[in-house]
C-alpha cells in the first residue's frame, strides 16, 4: 500500500507559476509510475503528466512545455511544476501511482486514469484571467 498526499495548489493569476507537490508514504515512488491528473468541473479526469521508475517523462499535448514532472527520491515526493499557467488549467489535480510489476504485468498506459491503483485527494488550482 503506498498513500499519496498532494499539496501546493492555490490561486494564481494567468501566466504564473505553481509548484505542486505529491508526497508519498508506504512504498518507495521509484519502483512506480506516477501520475498526475486533473478534473474540472463537469468534465472528466484527464491525463496531465506522468513519471515512470526509469525517469522517462510523458506529457499531455495540452501542457507540454509548459508543466515539468519530476521525482526526489530521498524524499518519495513527485512534483508538477506548472509554468505559464492559463485559465483553462483550473481544475483539482490529483497524483496517482501504480507500481511497476502491476503496470507491466497489466499492460497499464500512463495516461488512462485505469492503469494507476493509488490516488490522493486531490489540490484545487484555480487560474484568474
Known amino acids: 500500500q503506498v498513500q499519496l498526499v498532494e499539496s501546493g495548489g492555490g490561486l494564481v493569476q494567468a501566466g504564473g507559476s505553481l509548484r505542486l507537490s505529491c508526497e508519498a508514504s508506504?512504498?518507495?515512488?521509484?519502483?512506480?509510475?506516477t501520475g498526475w491528473f486533473r478534473q474540472a468541473p463537469g468534465k472528466e479526469r484527464d491525463f496531465v503528466a506522468a513519471?515512470?521508475?526509469?525517469?522517462?517523462?510523458y506529457y499531455a499535448d495540452s501542457v507540454k512545455g509548459r508543466f515539468t514532472v519530476s521525482r526526489d527520491n530521498a524524499k518519495n515526493t513527485v512534483y508538477l511544476q506548472m509554468n505559464s499557467l492559463k485559465p483553462e488549467d483550473t481544475a483539482v489535480y490529483y497524483c496517482a501511482a501504480v507500481p511497476r510489476s502491476d503496470y507491466v504485468y497489466y499492460s497499464g498506459t500512463y495516461y488512462y486514469k485505469d492503469s494507476y491503483d493509488y490516488w490522493g485527494q486531490g489540490t484545487q488550482v484555480t487560474v484568474s484571467s
Open positions: 513519471i515512470n521508475w526509469n525517469d522517462n517523462t
Open positions: 508506504g512504498r518507495t515512488l521509484r519502483s512506480y509510475v
